[in-house]
Structure formats: C-alpha cells, structure tokens
C-alpha cells in the first residue's frame, strides 16, 4: 500500500517515523531515506541507530534547496536517493520504506513526478511505501491507499520560537 503524508502542518515526518517505530516492534525490516536532509544533528538520524531493522539513509545537504534552481549536488543527492529506494523495493528486503520529504523534492525540482510514480509502480505487493513532505502531486494522491493532509492551525514560529532541539529536529 502506499501511505501519503502531505500538508502544511508540522508532523508528516514524525508521523512517518512513528510507523517505523512501530513496524520495527513487530520485527519489520524499515528503511527511512530522507530527501534533502543531510543535517546529521536531526535526532531521528542517531534514534534509529538504536533501533533493531530500522535503517535511516539521509540524501540532501545540510543546507536549503532553492526552489527551481537546485545546485548539482541537491540534484545528485536526490538521484542517489532515487537509486536507494529502487534497489530497496526490488531487494525484498524491507517491509516498510518510508521515502521521507520525496514530494517537497519532487515539487522543487530535484526528481521528476514520474520517477516518484515509478516508484509506486514497483513497489511490491506486502511492502508498505510512505512519501512525505508538503505538496504531494495529484497523481501520487490518486494512487495512494491512505492520505493524510496535515494542517498549520497554530505553530510557534508565529510567535517568534525557532527550531528547537528534541521537538524540530
């Protein structure tokens, strides 16, 4: 099935992390690739280190992508994340991959919407995909089995807090 955590609001990522963490207590096999996340400090990146079958590949730079005019790197980050989740669905290895901010990647740029439905194309039967990230296509919506639009209501950034550590990254 394909799992679909799109939406302004802050939690698509957590939400994606949860069901490995959940998946992983059943014995599952989970693979997290994160698209334009290189920020080793993120916590997620040294939680799952310590999570039996949880593997968690970041594929991005520690810096911001700019929409429409992605660096090369941001574009070979991508790629090598695009290369991962092929070699990942086809290996039968894992159960559960999460394909974290792979829409936000696809809006900016960095992958092309037929590389993501490629990859819900060959995604086996009895492995779970997740994408995530803001600005999910319509075409990714149309095939997914569960969406979940996360929504801004209220966010302390509008208050002036910046990341904080433990609860942003």
């Not at 959940?22 to 920020?39: C, D, E, P, T, Y």
């Not at 929409?67 to 290895?93: C, M």
């Amino acid at each position: 099935m394909l799992e679909v955590y799109t939406g302004d609001g802050k939690g698509k990522t957590t939400a994606a992390l949860g069901l490995a963490l959940r998946a992983s207590g059943h014995g599952w096999n989970v693979l997290i690739i994160q698209f334009m996340k290189g920020n080793p400090e993120y916590g997620e990146v040294t939680a799952a280190r310590g999570v039996k079958g949880v593997t968690l590949v970041q594929t991005g730079l520690p810096t911001f992508v700019e929409k429409g005019n992605p660096a090369p790197e941001d574009l070979a980050e991508a790629a090598r994340g695009l290369g991962l989740a092929r070699e990942a669905l086809g290996s039968g290895k894992y159960r559960l991959v999460i394909l974290d901010e792979i829409n936000v990647a696809i809006d900016y740029g960095l992958l092309k919407l037929e590389d993501g439905l490629s990859l819900i194309d060959s995604c086996p039967e009895g492995v779970e995909l997740v994408f995530t990230g803001r600005g999910a296509k319509r075409a990714v919506l149309e095939r997914a089995d569960l969406v979940s639009e996360i929504r801004e209501v209220k966010h302390p950034y509008q208050r002036g807090f910046v990341n904080r550590v433990g609860i942003d990254y």
